[in-house]
């Protein structure tokens, strides 16, 4: 699952600092007026939060997967195709987003250089979050092809959802759809390169090279708790 649950300390500086971050981002600014406004000292939220702004800024992100993954255990995915799945995963997880504003500063702050590798984490839990929600079983390659395409997706997504002014962001919804269909036409694709003969020979040089490779043990459905158990 993406995170812990957040003592109630921590919770009361991340609900301080949202307001503040459409005004001075991520910022350590931002974080002593959330200390401040959370009646606590310098000393007590640095506890909690030795880099400040950024960890706020993490469980920030990692909570809106949370609510993802709680609203689409609600919701009806035994009659969806799989790419319809993913076009919700994606829309719920833009719903749940209290403000655009505290997310553009959040993706401003993690192209930064020394927390690129922070955001790459986030972005590839993200797509994590969304594919066990919706129900995959993958353990070999495909669990990290899967990860990596729709962190892919995700990612542009974001980017344009930032800048769509559309009522209801419809334009977002359109984009969403065509990114979408982009991937199910490779993925076709690959499907019919692995069924054609003359590709035999190569495919089964990429099987056997790719046979060792298992998804994480501590990603399997199997040992996930609740709602995550393999489904017949």
């Known amino acids: 699952m993406a995170g812990t ?9 991340l609900d301080a600092i949202v307001m503040h971050v459409p005004f001075d981002g991520w910022s350590p600014e931002a974080f002593a007026a959330a200390t401040r406004d959370a009646g606590m000292t310098v000393q007590e939220a640095r506890a909690l939060c030795p880099r400040g702004a950024t960890d706020l800024a993490v469980m920030f992100h990692e909570q809106g997967d949370r609510a993802m ?19 919700l995963a994606i829309r719920t997880r833009l719903d749940v987003v209290s403000d655009k504003e505290v997310v553009r500063r959040g993706s401003a702050l993690f192209a930064l ?22 129900g995959d079983t993958s353990e070999d390659v495909n669990w990290y092809t899967k990860r990596m ?16 002014m559309s009522e209801g962001h419809t334009a977002t919804d359109e984009f969403i759809d065509r990114r979408i269909a982009d991937v199910m036409r490779f993925e ?29 043990k501590a990603a399997r459905r199997d040992d996930l708790p609740g709602r995550w158990a393999p489904q017949d």
Do not use: C
């Not at 250089?113 to 972005?123: D, F, K, M, T, V």
């Not at 694709?189 to 994480?216: D, E, H, M, Y």
């Open 149 to 164: 395409t729709l962190s892919a997706v995700w990612s542009s997504v974001v980017l344009y959802w930032l800048g769509d």
């Open 188 to 216: 076709k694709a690959k499907a019919q390169v692995s069924g054609n003969p003359l590709f035999k020979p190569l495919t089964g040089i990429l099987s056997r090279a790719t046979a060792p490779i298992r998804a994480p």
């Open 69 to 87: 993954e709680i609203a689409l255990a609600e919701a009806d995915l035994d009659t969806m195709r799989v790419q319809d799945k993913i076009a």
């Open 113 to 134: 250089p020394h927390h690129a590798a922070e955001g790459g984490r986030l972005i590839w839990g993200t797509a994590d979050a969304m594919w066990r929600a919706i």
């Open 5 to 13: 649950i957040p003592d109630e300390t921590k919770q009361r500086l």
